[in-house]
């Protein structure tokens, strides 16, 4: 799993924003209050969601436009397909992805 800090305001709200890190790419997503983080590409044709949209917690794919919770990552046109979550700590005015949340703990 990555290591990777992100400024808080560099996560525009309602943005995905592509993160990469030692050659894995991933989606960022801050909603309100929280930040979610996931593999960037969909589960069903492998689309960057980075490149995708976000509104009321949802992403959609810009490819077939599958729909995903932003919040679970679960997909709401096929509910069998998930989104492959990172961990994720907002530490004050710093985003830790990956085994740096997970050390900070508190991880969602």
Same mark, same amino acid.
């Given at each position: 799993?990555?290591?990777? /800090?992100?400024?808080?305001?560099?996560?525009?709200?309602?943005?995905?924003?592509?993160?990469?890190?030692?050659?894995?790419?991933?989606?960022?997503? +801050?909603? *309100?209050?929280?930040? %979610?983080?996931y593999h960037? +590409?969909?589960?069903?044709?492998?689309?960057?969601?980075?490149? *995708?949209?976000?509104?009321?917690?949802?992403?959609?794919?810009?490819?077939?436009?599958?729909? %995903?919770?932003?919040?679970? *990552? +679960?997909?709401?046109?096929?509910?069998?397909?998930?989104?492959?979550?990172?961990?994720?700590?907002?530490?004050? /005015?710093?985003?830790?992805?990956?085994?740096?949340?997970? /050390?900070?703990? /508190?991880?969602?």
């Open positions: 799993m990555p290591n990777v /800090e992100i400024p808080l305001a560099e996560l525009p709200e309602n943005t995905p924003k592509q993160v990469e890190h030692n050659g894995v790419k991933l989606v960022v997503i +801050r909603s *309100g209050e929280q930040v %979610f983080a960037d +590409r969909c589960p069903h044709a492998h689309w960057p969601l980075s490149e *995708g949209t976000v509104s009321n917690s949802v992403l959609e794919c810009p490819g077939h436009a599958w729909e %995903f919770d932003v919040q679970t *990552g +679960r997909c709401l046109n096929a509910p069998d397909h998930c989104l492959t979550a990172v961990p994720v700590v907002v530490d004050g /005015e710093v985003v830790r992805l990956g085994e740096a949340a997970r /050390e900070k703990g /508190e991880a969602t």
